[in-house]
C-alpha cells in the first residue's frame, strides 16, 4: 500500500519524507488555508515547494466547479511539475473533466467521493485515483470501511485501473483496515503515520536491552 501525507505543511511533509517511506502527498482548499497559504500565485508556488520535497504524485486541488474552468485550471497545474496529480470534485462536470484528461495522459484524483456508485463514475471517466473519505463518513455514523471494501470489489471484478485513495483517515486502525481490505492508497495526517510505530512493548524491551548493554560495558 502506498503512503501518502494528507497536509499542506512543509515541516510535516519533510519529516514524513525523511522517514523513508512517503510516496506522495494530497492537499485540498481547506489543508492550504490552514496554512495561511493564500491568493494564486502563493498557492501555486506551495504546489511547487512539495513537489521539490517528494518525489511522487502531489494532488493539487481545482478550484473551478464546471468543464471548461477545471480543464483550464488542471492544466495550469499540470504544468506546474511532473509530479502533480489533478484532483477534482466528484460532480457531473468533474465526471467529463476527468475523461478529458484521462484522454490526455494527465493523471487526476477524483475527490469528495462517498458512495459506490460514484467510485464506478470516476473509474469508467478514466480517473487515476479516486478518494473515498472514510473519516468522514464514519463521522455520521456510517461504516466507510465498508465503502473501501465495495469500491475494492467493484474494482476487481472489472480489473478496472484506478487505485483506491483511502482519504479522511483519522487515526492508524483505518490504515490498518485499509490495508486489511486492499487499498491500494491511504493518505493521512502524520500523527496516524506515526501511531503506527508506537508499541508499549517495543519502548520497554527497548529499555531493558540497552539497560542490560550498559550493565555489561560499565
Ligand atoms: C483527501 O484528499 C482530503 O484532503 C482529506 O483526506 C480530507 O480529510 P478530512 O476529512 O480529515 O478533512
Given at each position: ?58 494532488s493539487a486541488e481545482v478550484i ?152 555489561g560495558n560499565s
Open positions: 500500500m502506498k503512503f501518502f501525507i494528507d497536509t499542506a505543511n512543509l515541516k510535516e511533509i519533510q519529516e514524513a519524507n525523511d522517514l523513508g517511506i512517503l510516496d506522495g502527498v494530497t492537499t485540498n482548499p481547506s489543508l492550504m488555508a490552514k496554512e495561511g497559504i493564500t491568493g494564486k500565485q502563493n498557492i501555486l508556488d506551495h504546489y511547487v515547494a512539495i513537489c521539490n520535497i517528494v518525489d511522487g504524485p502531489v473551478s466547479t464546471d468543464y471548461a474552468g477545471m480543464v483550464l485550471e488542471g492544466e495550469h497545474l499540470a504544468s506546474l511539475h511532473k509530479n502533480i496529480v489533478v484532483k477534482i470534485p466528484m460532480i457531473p462536470e468533474g465526471i467529463k473533466a476527468i475523461k478529458y484528461f484521462s484522454e490526455k495522459g494527465i493523471e487526476t484524483n477524483c475527490t469528495l467521493v462517498f458512495s459506490a456508485g460514484q467510485a464506478l463514475l470516476a473509474a469508467k471517466a478514466g480517473a487515476t485515483y479516486i478518494s473515498p473519505f472514510l473519516g468522514r463518513l464514519d463521522d455520521i455514523s456510517t461504516n466507510g470501511l465498508d465503502l473501501i471494501a465495495q469500491i475494492r470489489l467493484i474494482y476487481d471484478n472489472y480489473a478496472f485501473n484506478t487505485q483506491i485513495l483511502a482519504a479522511s483517515i483519522r487515526h492508524p486502525m483505518h490504515i490498518i483496515n485499509c490495508a486489511e481490505i486492499g487499498s491500494d492508497v491511504m493518505t493521512g495526517p502524520l500523527s496516524a503515520i506515526k501511531a503506527l510505530a508506537k508499541h508499549p512493548l517495543t519502548d520497554l524491551g527497548l529499555q531493558q536491552f540497552l539497560a542490560d548493554h550498559a550493565k
